[in-house]
């Protein structure tokens, strides 16, 4: 799933999946049609038709709640983005605090992790994968942090800071790696497809003397269910695709750490 958002554009996969699943549809219809006879279909319609309602009512239900919960995953690991994005201003500011050679190492390291996040590790994540430039990069501005001697009670209490936005930084980068590969299981998304195909197949049971109609409901089901799957799918991979979460908050941060205190 991941490497088919990365390298086939949106419209091409919601393209396929509108049009695979209309022809699904249709044409086991037509094909049932051909088979047995409107006539014959058509003594189905008053049973099949609870029947269709209770199926339709579960995938509806649950397609929904994937995407719910897909979108809300979505909007978290956003807030992972501008979390370690904030957090990364805000040790920048601190370290102006520090002793003066330490404080400038961090800064060194700081800049350095921010500007590789943005160039290196959001093309990495694109794929599922971290940036090794991002991983040395974090190793160096951590140990930078370490190695500091606070001399006073103010500096102490700051390096404390120091080190509380160093893991607020840590943490919130993990959470967007973790985000980077999908946080649907397997199960669920083969669920989702067995069920779609059962709900778009079910209009094949019912017989109507106006051919036309009866395409066009089935072929409007099938755009319905395969819109909706879309969604899940592109928000299933915040890092991918054309709908993506973006690199902006660390752009932004990058712009708000002066290498002089305070700014000109």
Known sequence: MLHVLHDVPLWVTALVLIVGAALYSMGLMLVTRMIYGVDRLSLNNEVAGFKFAVIGVFYAVL????VIAVWEEFRQTEASVRNEAKAAIDLHRVTFALPAEAGTEIRKHL???TKDVR??????MAVGEPSDIVVKDLDRLSKSVFNVNPASWQELALYQDALR????????????LDSANGSMPGILWF????GGLITLGYPAFF???NLLAQVL???SLAVLVAIALLLGLAFDYPFTGEVQISSYPFDQALRQMPSLWPPP
């Open 63 to 66: 397609l929904a709640f994937v």
């Open 111 to 113: 800049i350095a992790y």
């Open 119 to 124: 160039e290196h590790e959001w093309p990495t």
């Open 165 to 176: 936005l160093l893991a607020v930084m840590t943490d919130n980068r993990n959470e967007r």
């Open 191 to 194: 669920t989702l497809i067995v």
């Open 207 to 209: 017989g109507s003397t």
């Open 217 to 219: 409901m089935t072929a």
